[in-house]
C-alpha cells in the first residue's frame, strides 16, 4: 500500500522535473550596428530572456517568442561598443559573454573565413579555441557551407558544429553559407537567423567600405548546373 | 573584388585570375583531400587543416591561414593601386532624408603611391555640380536641403599628386518631411508645393502684402478663428500685465506690445495700436531659440511604445497628454484645416505619466510620425510650463500648477477664460461654470453642481467641498457663502490667504 503510493507520487512528480535545459549556444547571429539577434537551444520548450548591458552587472531585458529554438533580437544598441549578455530560459542559464557592435567608422577591421566543418568534432574544438584567441578579435566569421556531414540529422547540429565551437561562437557572429552535406534540411534554417532570405545574402555596412560579403549556397550551383 | 572565398574541397588552395584571388577554404576538419590535379591559375595548396584571418587597414589586405598548432600555413598581402577611392558612409542608399539639414558622412582613400588624399568633392544632381567636403580621408558635407524630392549623392576624391577618382560612389536618397511641428509653417511651401518665402511673403517681413507679424490672416485662412486667444474681455480685472514688458526683459512678441486695455475685439488691440494675435503667442517661423512645447516622440522597436525625447510629465500638474499622429501631412492631401483629425484618439493607447510613455494597443505605422504636446505645437515659449503667459501676466499659479489646469488658452464661455472642464486631483474631468465673481455660478456657490471653479478640486475646504459636505462657516466663525474667494485668497499670491 505504502509502496504504491510512492509510485504514484513519483509517477505524478516526473513532468514536473521536465526542465529546460540550454543545448547549444548562445550564439551570435546578424550583427548590425544598433542591434544584434542571440540563439540558443532548449531541451524543451522554454521562455527566450536575454539579459545584457554594457557590463557585467547586465541590466537590460529583451525576449523572443518561447520554444526550443530561442532567437532574441536585441535593438537600441550604440554603434561600436561592447555588450554583456546571458542567455536565459526558465530555472537555466548560460554564462556572461560579451559582443561588440559593429561599426561603420572602423578604419581596420579583421575577419575570418572558413570551411567544411563537418565530421570531426575534435578538430572543429582546436580551430575554434584558435579562432577564439585571435588578437584583436574578429568582427564576425564567414562559413563557407558543409557545416555538418548530414544536415538531416538532428543530433549532428550539436555533435558537430555547435557544442566543439563553445565558448567561440558565444562571441562571434559566423555567418553561413548553405553547402551540399546540408541537404537543404530545415535545421539550417531554424538553427540560423540570417539577414533577407537566408538562403541567398548579402552582408554590407559592417565595416569600412568597399568590403561587401555575398554568401551563395552550394545548393544554388548545383540547381543550376 | 580582391578575394573569393570558396568551400567543398577539404584543403586550402590560392588561384589567381585577372588580380583576384580566389580561396578555397575547406580544412576546418572534414577528412583532408591530396592535391589531384592544377591549373596553370593555382599558385598555393595544402592539404591542411587551417582557417583564414584577414585583415583589412585602408587600401591594404593581409591575409593569413592558420593550421591547427597556430602556425603560418600561408600570408597572402594586396595593396589597391590606382586612383584614389571615395566612398559614403551615411547616407544609406534608398534612405530617407529629413530636411532640413543633413550632414553625409563619409571616407577616402588613395592606393599606393598617392597615398594621401588632398580632398574629398559631394554632388547632390548626380554628378552635374560638385562641392567640396570637410575633411580628406575621414570627410562630411553638411546638406542644407532646400526642396523635397530623390537625390543622387555623388562623391569624387583627388590624391595628392592630383590625380581624379574614376568612379566614385553613389547613394539615392528621398528628402522627405520636416524633423518637427515646429517647423511645419515654416517649411510648407517650401516642401509641399515646391514654393518659396516669396509664394506668401511680400518683401520685407510682409505677408501677402500686410505685416503678418501683426496679422492673424495668416492663420485663419486656414484654422478656424472662432476660438483665439483673448478673444473676450477679462473682467475688469487687469490681471497683473506687466507695467513695462520690455523693460522686465520680457520680449514677448515680434515687435513690442505694451502694457494696456483690452477691448472686445476678436484680435485684441493694445494700446500703442499693437495687436494680440495668433503670432503673440504662436511661431510661425520656427527659430532656434524657440524650443516650443512639442515632446517630440521615438517609437521602440515594437512601433508601440513611445517615450518622451525630453522634458517630461511627472509633475507637471494634471495635465493629460495630446497625442498626434502624422501620416498625411507631408502627403498627396496636403494640408487640412482639420486639424484635429491629427489627434490621436485616448482610446488607442495607454499613459504612464511618470514613465513619460504612451503605449499603443496596436502597432503603428513606422511611417507615422507620433507626437505629444502637453499643451500645444508652435509656441514660441521656452521650457518653462508657465513661460508663455508670464511673458505678460504677474499672476502666481496656484500650487505650481500649469495655467493651463485651469484657463483655457483659446478663451471658453467662462470668464477668465476658465476652461469648461478641468481634469482634478483624482484624474477626473469635471464641469466648470465660472460666470461671475459672486453669488451663483461663481467660485464656489454650493450650488449643487459643485461645479465652482474651487469647488472642482477642494475637499479640505471648511465651507463648499466637491464631496457636498463641509461646516457652513470658515474657521474664523464667518460664513463667505458665494462670496469672491480671490478676495482673500488672491492669484497673485497664488491664492493663498496669506
Known sequence: ?225 | MNMVFNGHDHDYERSEVNGVAYIVTGGYGAPLYPQSGSSTYSKFFASVNHFCVVDITGASLTMTVINSTGGTVETVSRTSTGPPVSYIVAPANGETIIAPAYTIQGRAAAPAPNTGIRNVEVSLDGGQTWHAADGATDWSYTWNVTARGNYTIKTRATDLSGGLETTGDSKSVTVSRTPSPELQHYSWDLWLSGGNCGSCHVPPNKFMGQDYRRDSRFCISCHNGTSIAHDKPLHGDTHRILADITAAGKTPVYGNITAGEYNNQPFSRLVGGNKISCVTCHNTMSKTEDSGRTREMTTTVDNRTYTVQWGGWAGSGYLIPRVYRDTSLWGATKYSKSVKRYIVNPSEYTYDENAGTITFASPQNPAAYIYVTLDYPYLRAGTKENALCSDCHTQTTHKGLNCLVCHQEHGSDNIAGIRKTIRTTDRTEKAVAFLRYTGSGSFADSSGALDGICEVCHTQTLYYRRDGSGAANHANGNNYSRSNCVYCHKHENGFSSN
Do not use: C
Open chain 1, 1 to 225: 500500500m505504502f509502496a504504491i503510493s510512492l509510485l504514484l507520487s513519483l509517477a505524478l512528480l516526473s513532468p514536473v522535473v521536465a526542465q529546460a535545459a540550454i543545448i547549444k549556444g548562445p550564439y551570435l547571429q546578424k550583427l548590425d550596428k544598433n542591434s544584434i539577434t542571440i540563439m540558443w537551444e532548449t531541451s524543451a520548450s522554454s521562455q527566450s530572456e536575454v539579459d545584457y548591458g554594457p557590463t557585467g552587472s547586465l541590466g537590460s531585458v529583451a525576449t523572443g517568442a518561447a520554444g526550443t529554438v530561442h532567437e532574441v533580437n536585441i535593438a537600441s544598441l550604440t554603434e561600436n561598443s561592447t555588450y554583456y549578455y546571458k542567455a536565459v530560459s526558465g530555472a537555466d542559464s548560460s554564462a556572461v559573454y560579451t559582443f561588440k557592435t559593429a561599426s561603420s567608422l572602423a578604419t581596420s577591421f579583421r575577419f575570418v573565413a572558413l570551411g567544411d566543418s563537418r565530421s570531426n568534432p575534435t578538430m572543429v574544438k582546436t580551430l575554434s579555441t584558435l579562432v577564439g584567441s585571435l588578437n584583436p578579435k574578429p568582427v564576425l566569421a564567414l562559413h563557407t557551407g558543409d557545416i555538418v556531414s548530414d544536415g538531416t540529422v538532428t543530433s549532428r547540429w550539436g555533435t558537430e558544429f555547435f557544442t566543439p565551437q563553445q565558448p567561440m561562437m558565444a562571441t562571434l557572429p559566423v555567418y553561413t553559407a548553405l553547402g551540399n552535406h546540408e541537404y537543404n534540411s530545415p535545421n539550417y534554417f531554424s538553427l540560423f537567423s540570417l539577414p533577407g532570405g537566408e538562403r541567398w545574402y548579402s552582408v554590407d555596412g559592417l565595416m569600412v567600405r568597399p568590403l561587401r560579403y555575398v554568401l551563395t549556397s552550394s545548393r544554388f550551383w548545383s540547381a543550376t548546373m
